[in-house]
């Protein structure tokens, strides 16, 4: 049995949760509401006000989807609920952020400013000029977009100038030797 999936998901007061035809599962709360169309194969069920997860055997595939499918339905739950925060940190000379409305401006070495459009359900905010927190109720879409914030100019190893995660350990490469 799976140690993830076998677990219950409890539905906290003030959200409700529907299961329809086809494990199309909607969850709505005090933050916003989230829906996503699940696998068939699972068997999906609100039990005494807790959410429970079934495979219908032992296959290697039902394996795998079981605790997915348990960890999918537990963000949704977390999300209107909690929400999901994702902290970027700035390093380099001359490097920042700047937020004007809904438009993330990055000075990171270019001849030009990137500059990036918010999507309607994430947001971000800039504190100082080093630091941006990408906060939303879908976990995979603050995720997606904090990955594409740090595409623009990831850290590289020898000084640590770029975008990073924040907590995340840049490996430290050593720079040339000189002559020997």
């Known amino acids: 049995m799976s140690r993830i999936g076998k677990l219950p998901i409890g539905i906290p007061a003030g959200v409700s949760v529907t299961i329809e035809e086809g494990n199309a599962v909607t969850v709505k709360g005090p933050k916003g509401t989230l829906s996503r169309k699940l696998s068939n194969d699972m068997n999906i069920a609100e039990k005494d006000g807790q959410i429970v997860v079934e495979r219908p055997n032992d296959l290697k595939h039902f ?5 997915l499918t348990r960890t999918l339905i537990n963000n949704m739950v977390v999300g209107v609920t909690a929400g999901f925060t994702k902290t970027l940190e700035i390093n380099g000379v001359g490097y920042r952020a700047a937020k004007a409305g809904n438009k993330l401006t990055l000075s990171l070495g270019y ?6 459009i918010d999507p309607d359900d994430v947001s971000t905010v800039v504190e100082g000029n080093n630091r941006i927190t990408v906060t939303g109720i879908d976990k ?5 977009y904090a990955a594409n914030i740090r595409e623009k100019r990831s850290p590289e ?3 640590g100038k770029g975008v990073k995660y924040g907590g995340e ?6 720079g040339k030797s000189g002559k020997k």
Do not use: D, L, N, T
């Not at 394996?63 to 605790?67: L, N, Q, T």
């Not at 001849?111 to 990036?116: G, K």
């Not at 995979?140 to 997606?144: A, I, L, S, Y």
């Open 63 to 67: 394996k795998a989807m079981h605790g």
């Open 157 to 159: 190893p020898y000084k």
């Open 169 to 174: 350990r840049i490996r430290r490469k050593e």
């Open 111 to 116: 001849s030009h400013p990137v500059v990036m």
């Open 140 to 144: 995979e879409r603050v995720g997606q």
